[in-house]
């Protein structure tokens, strides 16, 4: 079992920068490929980024070359940086962990992020 807080959303101009933090209890090392999810109102949740034990990196398209996902395994940590940001960025955002021996997925509380002037 993996508890996950994720932090730092917000309020934000269109173009401006937010960095999100997810915190898990226990160690996310080895096994545990690592994801950003968002869900907008009416709209069903998808994968913003993902990042696996080795580093290795997956973005959706709309988000290519604007957001950077990272992690910190010793600090039990993943980021999302988000740059460039859109109105239709505007979403709950939720960190997930995949346990890949186990299968099992585990999810945030999610956090708010609002693009707008």
């Known amino acids: 079992q993996v508890q996950l807080v994720e932090s730092g959303g917000g309020l934000v101009q269109p173009g401006g920068s937010l960095r999100l933090s997810c915190v898990a209890s226990?160690?996310?090392?080895?096994?545990?490929?690592m994801g950003w999810y968002r869900q907008a109102p009416g709209k069903q949740r998808e994968l913003v980024a993902n990042?696996?034990?080795?580093?290795?990196?997956n973005y959706a398209d709309s988000v290519k070359g604007r957001f950077s996902i990272s992690r910190d395994d010793p600090k039990n940590t993943v980021y999302l940086q988000m740059n460039s940001l859109k109105p239709e960025d505007t979403a709950v955002y939720y960190c997930?962990?995949?346990?890949?021996?186990?299968?099992?997925?585990?999810w945030g509380q999610g956090t708010q992020v609002t693009v707008s002037s």
């Open positions: 997930n962990a995949y346990n890949t021996y186990t299968r099992n997925k585990y």
């Open positions: 226990r160690s996310i090392s080895i096994i545990y490929v």
């Open positions: 990042i696996n034990s080795g580093g290795s990196t």
